[in-house]
């Protein structure tokens, strides 16, 4: 099903049959992702007296309660909300949901005991590029991150100037495979969070950022159609099913 569209002032050419999926699903198991010191999320029947809601115990439909947080179990995009006094909707701030993206592949440096993705290294990959969004992963690239346990582990994290590098060229929507663009342990600074939004000077409130993605070995640094799709939440953040299409 291959499509032309105009996005930008560019006509690009995109196969809309063949999806590339770079969210992680949410599952009730040990092998979901979890982050922020949370436990498994969890997926069970409603229980209302005699009644459970499961066809295998005589219900007519599966009728399941659902709870889990979107930070900590899986992909999800935020707004500025998620370090604002104030209430700010994800549902608000995200209104279109095509753009044109770029995918680099970084390897955090090592800075002490921390892994930092440096301005240099995002420079670097986007050699000149400026796209409206960038979905950056993370070198080593392995499929354990769709299933690893993130808490205490000092993850690798966004240099505040390499987020004040990426607002200054024009990215709106950033994209990454790490539980946070900032530190585990940062005492509340947020420093890369603040310094993409603009926050709290002049907060881009229609700017996103996306984390717990996973971008499989098999789709090549370069220019995408990105399709960031979000469920329709009142809230900071959103659980989310960012797609990519190639473009030929």
């Not at 909300?81 to 549902?91: A, D």
């Amino acid at each position: 099903m291959k499509t032309t569209l105009e996005i930008k002032h560019k006509t690009i050419l995109v196969d809309l049959s063949k999806p590339l999926d770079i969210s992680i699903p949410l599952q009730a198991s040990e092998k979901n992702p979890l982050a922020w010191y949370q436990n498994e999320p969890t997926i069970e029947p409603v229980k209302m007296g005699d009644w459970t809601g499961k066809v295998s115990e005589g219900a007519s439909v599966n009728f399941n309660n659902v709870f889990f947080n979107p930070h900590a179990h899986g992909t999800h995009t935020e707004c500025f909300g998620h370090i604002s006094k104030e209430f700010h909707s994800i549902n608000n701030s995200l209104k279109t949901f095509f753009f044109l993206a770029e995918v680099i592949s970084v390897q955090p440096e090592k800075v002490g005991e921390d892994e930092v993705i440096s301005e240099e290294s995002i420079s670097h990959a986007l050699n000149g590029i400026t796209p409206e969004a960038i979905v950056i992963r993370t070198l080593p690239n392995t499929s354990h991150k769709k299933s690893k346990h993130w808490s205490d582990t000092n993850w690798p994290f966004l240099h505040e100037r390499s987020a004040l590098f990426l607002r200054k060229i024009g990215v709106k929507h950033l994209l990454i495979d790490l539980p946070s663009v900032d530190k585990e342990r940062d005492d509340g600074k947020l420093l890369a969070h603040k310094a993409f939004w603009n926050f709290p000077h002049d907060p881009r409130e229609h700017c996103t950022i996306t984390e717990l993605i996973y971008v499989p070995s098999s789709i090549e640094d370069g220019s995408y159609l990105l399709n960031l799709q979000i469920a329709s939440f009142h809230n900071d953040a959103s659980p989310s099913k960012p797609i990519l299409y190639k473009i030929f």
